[in-house]
């Protein structure tokens, strides 16, 4: 099956292609003529970006056989409507078997081999015995490594991709190192173990199999907060004589980290790691999301468009001098 992507899209072309569904929705018509009657609205998507698409004609048929997170092969036209939109006039049903996962699903872009010897060298790094056992429990796991690295860290707000979990524990493992450097009195061990534990909890909050990383049934009664916390718990129980103390602070550092009760955190931070951790994890974060927007583009005179999630554009020209 060929694949015509969403960024080459231009209206008056014609189009025959498989595409993700992120959206959809049954809508009642508006003109007097047609009341009683629905149209279908959708958005689909594909590596490359989303495009709004409605189908005037079957709405109610072909809603029947498709759920958000298919994959399927449209048939139509691009057309204009507060720019370029879809109008459908055939809708068929694919599986992930017959199209390429990568038409749909970003990879990180830091290459796998290089996160893979930085995260070795990390590990390498935490230098207490115990803490070094506990590195071992988790990451020695064969089904553990595979799921954590190719997990994403989130649905849409940052590292959104396949291996994104990875990229992010690594960036956050490197502001820890910078601030351990700055206040040698942080434990660097423990913050090592705060970076890369953390969201460990994400390999089951969501679905490994889905393309648009949907929640599980875990992942929406605990969240990824709890779900490591217990992992954690679960590990530390096969290390004997695992200090106590280490425990309850590396627990406080995961039950923390988002920093504000607001924001997620059972616990606000309350010791010098959980409040380095909580940076490191905000800032590897922010950097990505202005990151992602950035790489949108341009919209109008070195701005990009308005980002909901920042609350803001992004200044992307550069000042020049007189």
């Known amino acids: 099956m060929n694949k015509q992507f969403v960024k080459d899209l231009k209206v008056g072309d014609q189009i025959r292609s498989a595409f993700l569904v992120t959206e959809k929705a049954l809508v009642a018509f508006s003109q007097p003529n047609?009341?009683?009657?629905?149209?279908?609205?959708?958005?689909?998507?594909?590596?490359?970006?989303?495009?709004?698409?409605?189908?005037?004609?079957?709405?109610?048929?072909?809603?029947?056989?498709?759920?958000?997170?298919?994959?399927?092969?449209?048939?139509?036209?691009?057309?204009?409507?507060?720019?370029?939109?879809?109008?459908?006039?055939?809708?068929?049903?694919?599986?992930?078997?017959?199209?390429?996962?990568?038409?749909?699903?970003?990879?990180?872009?830091?290459?796998?081999?290089?996160?893979?010897?930085?995260?070795?060298?990390?590990?390498?790094?935490?230098?207490?015995?115990?803490?070094?056992l506990l590195m071992q429990e988790f990451f020695a796991d064969t089904e553990f490594f595979k799921r954590y690295?190719?997990?994403?860290?989130?649905?849409?707000?940052?590292?959104?991709?396949?291996?994104?979990?990875?990229?992010?524990?690594?960036?956050?493992?490197?502001?820890?190192?910078?601030?351990?450097?700055?206040?040698?009195?942080?434990?660097?061990?423990?913050?090592?173990?705060?970076?890369?534990?953390?969201?460990?909890?994400?390999?089951?909050?969501?679905?490994?199999?889905?393309?648009?990383?949907?929640?599980?049934?875990?992942?929406?009664?605990?969240?990824?907060?709890?779900?490591?916390?217990?992992?954690?718990?679960?590990?530390?129980?096969?290390?004997p004589g695992f200090p106590e103390a280490y425990r309850l602070e590396l627990l406080h550092m995961l039950l923390s980290h988002h920093g504000q009760k607001e924001w997620g955190s059972p616990e606000i931070p309350k010791t010098f790691t959980a409040y380095a951790l909580f940076h490191a994890d905000l800032v590897s974060a922010r950097l990505n999301q202005f990151s992602l927007v950035a790489k949108k583009g341009e919209k109008e005179n070195g701005w990009t468009e308005w980002d909901r999630l920042l609350e803001r554009s992004v200044y992307l020209g550069k000042a020049e001098p007189e």
Not at 68 to 85: L, W
Not at 152 to 163: D, E, F, Q, T
Not at 177 to 194: K, N, T
Not at 221 to 226: A, K, Q, S, T, Y
Request: net charge negative; glycine share 8%.
């Open 34 to 132: 047609r009341s009683g009657e629905q149209f279908l609205r959708m958005q689909l998507a594909d590596i490359s970006g989303t495009v709004r698409a409605v189908a005037w004609e079957k709405g109610p048929e072909w809603a029947q056989v498709f759920q958000v997170g298919d994959i399927i092969c449209v048939r139509g036209e691009v057309g204009e409507y507060k720019g370029p939109q879809l109008i459908v006039h055939g809708i068929e049903t694919t599986s992930e078997d017959e199209v390429e996962r990568g038409w749909f699903q970003r990879v990180a872009p830091t290459p796998r081999e290089e996160m893979l010897a930085n995260l070795e060298a990390v590990l390498n790094d935490v230098s207490d015995p115990y803490l070094s």
């Open 149 to 239: 690295t190719e997990a994403p860290a989130a649905r849409s707000v940052h590292h959104n991709y396949v291996g994104g979990l990875l990229e992010h524990s690594l960036e956050v493992a490197v502001l820890c190192r910078q601030y351990a450097a700055i206040h040698p009195e942080l434990d660097l061990s423990l913050l090592y173990c705060g970076a890369l534990l953390h969201d460990a909890g994400k390999i089951e909050e969501y679905d490994s199999d889905s393309l648009t990383f949907e929640l599980t049934d875990k992942g929406k009664l605990l969240g990824h907060i709890m779900i490591a916390q217990e992992m954690v718990e679960q590990r530390i129980k096969k290390i």
